[in-house]
């Protein structure tokens, strides 16, 4: 059985980026949905007791699975934005081994957050931006809906969230200030270098 994954900081912690009440609805609502669906959708199933990322590597594009693709992926996107964010007050900055990488493959930290903020602002509808792992590569990419970069033998690094739900109450249709936000503040570098 899938269960809500515990927020890594107190619902309050992000504010003023994101508020408690949009993680109160994000994070309690959206994202238990998500989960409690993918336990009806599994249960007796081959999935019932398989990994999220399991789930998701196995029923993608597969049409008479794509119910529990999305509950799957979107359980796993979730847990994954959560973590790459982290509470106002604690520093966080890219390691020296990350910018290096950052600085070869953006050319600057500065680039890095620009390209990112693009490619978010480029994303038509619901989806998610990510920076992943391509080998020794990194490179920001989106992804519509529930897709993430293991469906693309992709490695993600850090995501954030465009789906309209997990910006809305505090930044109503401004896309571009909840990223600028999320990229100037509230950003967790340090899970980004776990995941490299």
Do not use: C
């Not at 249709?173 to 990229?183: G, M």
């Not at 100037?184 to 995941?195: G, H, M, V």
């Amino acid at each position: 059985m899938f269960l809500l994954p515990v927020l890594p900081y107190e619902k309050s912690a992000l504010e003023p980026f994101m508020s408690a009440k949009t993680l109160d609805f994000h994070h309690g609502k959206h994202n238990q949905a998500y989960v409690d669906n993918l336990n009806k959708l599994v249960a007796g199933t081959e999935f019932e007791t398989a990994t999220l990322e399991n789930i998701i590597v196995k029923t993608t594009g597969k049409e008479n699975q794509s119910a529990i693709f999305n509950n799957a992926a979107q359980a796993y996107n979730h847990d994954f934005f959560w973590k790459s964010l982290r509470p106002v007050g604690v520093v966080s900055e890219p390691s020296a081994k990350l910018l290096e990488r950052i600085n070869k493959y953006f050319g600057s930290l500065e680039n890095f957050f620009s390209e990112f903020k693009t490619v978010a602002l480029s994303q038509f509808g619901s989806g998610w931006v990510w920076l992943a792992e391509d080998g020794e590569e990194l490179k920001v990419i989106k992804t519509a809906n529930a897709d993430n970069p293991l469906t693309h033998n992709l490695k993600p690094v850090l995501a954030i969230d465009v789906w309209e739900h997990s910006y809305y109450l505090d930044y109503q249709n401004r896309r571009a200030d909840y990223i600028e936000a999320i990229l100037r503040n509230i950003l967790n570098w340090e899970f980004a270098q776990d995941n490299l």
